[in-house]
């Protein structure tokens, strides 16, 4: 790794040095996350959950602190910096009046800044004043830094096409007008303590129940949500409701970005696998803690898991079943001596403060080599070159007087 280091870092340019640094940043807050998480197995989802919202977060505003913060440097040991050595390689060579000096061949040799030059059209060239320095087309970091950004582009690009559809699909909604399912809305909404206004809305486009939307929160119910039993209406309804009292869909967005300024890394990845369970598992919690059975809830989850979602909404909205998770669902479900509780404010300011006392340090840390071993210069000489004339002694003789 500090080879690694050290070679970016002497490569020139200050993006990809900040890039690897900001890269091996979140590869430890990540570890960090599954580590913690795995500690906390027998805890409960909510609490899984907030770990890794957490985790998210802070790889989301590393590269932001990381610039706020005054650099606190640390010398790797290994990575030692050469004398002279810089980050960014100048593509211009500058020269004043670089002296011109001919070889026994009969060729012009020109030496600037210790650079030797045997050709008159190069030596003609740093007459002029300057020396465009060849570059290879096929720059590493150029190739690093456009394969980045190609990655970046493609998960962004399907995060906005994720909310496009999102949006396009609660704007051709119509509102629900059935006072059973308005009246349970509010009623749960109250008790969950949701300030905001929840639209019920239903829409031919999707097939299982979705929220959506932070500021201006959206139940998204399919057509058929009109014919559903009491008990299911209030099961569905809480289950959604809970991802709106909790800011699942901004998490979610979050998470979404995380990902895509990561998208090398295969934790970012399992992180977002992970963190969409625990969001379930911790909403069928609260579902479950107030009164639902658990038979037929997880009936409930199988009926809805039938259904064909469109797979861009689930890119950008939480969704209240996915055939790919429902079966590590379904055993937390049916588990009667599983920890449903939610997390306490107490707790959740704790893990702040933890997150906050990791995050700081991480984001000013800065990978430094340590100081360079001086060594010799040796003056450049051109090849061949004729022996300097001796200097004349100009000190005065004593004068000889003849015997």
């Known amino acids: 790794m500090n080879a690694l280091i050290q070679s970016v870092s002497t490569s020139g340019g200050d993006w990809l040095p900040f890039l690897l640094d900001t890269s091996l940043k979140a590869v430890v807050v990540l570890l960090l996350a599954v580590v913690i998480t795995a500690g906390l197995r027998s805890a409960s989802a909510s609490v899984r959950h907030h770990v890794w919202t957490l985790a998210f977060v802070s790889i989301v505003a590393l590269p932001f602190v990381s610039r706020s913060l005054p650099s606190w440097e640390v010398a790797v040991p290994g990575w030692r910096a050469e004398v002279g050595e810089t980050r960014s390689a100048p593509t211009r060579i500058e020269a004043a009046d670089p002296p011109v000096v001919a070889t026994p061949r009969g060729e012009v040799a020109s030496r600037s800044g210790g650079v030797t030059f045997a050709r008159p059209e190069i030596a003609a060239a740093t007459r002029a004043g300057s020396i465009e320095v060849a570059r290879s087309p096929l720059d590493p970091k150029a190739v690093v830094l456009w394969a980045w950004l190609a990655g970046l582009v493609v998960m962004l690009s399907r995060l906005a096409a994720g909310v496009c559809s999102a949006w396009l699909t609660t704007r051709r909604a119509e509102p629900v007008a059935d006072a059973r399912w308005t009246g349970v809305v509010q009623e749960l909404s109250d008790r969950l303590g949701i300030r905001a206004t929840v639209r019920v809305l239903v829409s031919d486009r999707i097939a299982t129940p979705m929220a959506w939307g932070t500021l201006r929160p959206v139940l998204l119910l399919p057509s058929g949500a009109g014919s559903w039993s009491a008990d299911r209406r209030r099961a569905v309804a809480l289950h959604e409701l809970a991802h709106i009292k909790r800011r699942d ?74 055939p790919t998770e429902l079966e590590g669902r379904l055993l937390a479900i049916l588990d009667p001596v599983r920890d449903r509780r939610g997390i306490g404010r107490p707790a959740a300011i704790a893990a702040l403060g933890l997150s906050l006392g990791v995050l700081l340090p991480l984001a000013a840390f800065q990978a430094a080599p340590q100081p360079p071993v001086p060594r010799a210069v040796e003056p450049a000489v051109a090849p061949d070159a004729p022996p300097a004339p001796e200097r004349e002694d100009r000190r005065a003789l004593p004068a000889v007087v003849p015997s």
């Open 249 to 322: 869909c901004l998490v979610h967005l979050i998470a979404q970005a995380g990902r895509a300024i990561h998208w090398f890394n295969p934790l970012a990845w399992v992180g977002t696998k992970r963190l969409r369970a625990e969001r379930e598992r911790a909403c069928d919690d609260l579902v479950l803690t107030s009164g639902t059975r658990s038979a037929d809830y997880a009936r409930l989850l199988l009926d809805v898991a039938r259904g064909r979602a469109d797979r861009r909404l689930s890119w950008a909205t939480v969704s209240m079943a996915r």
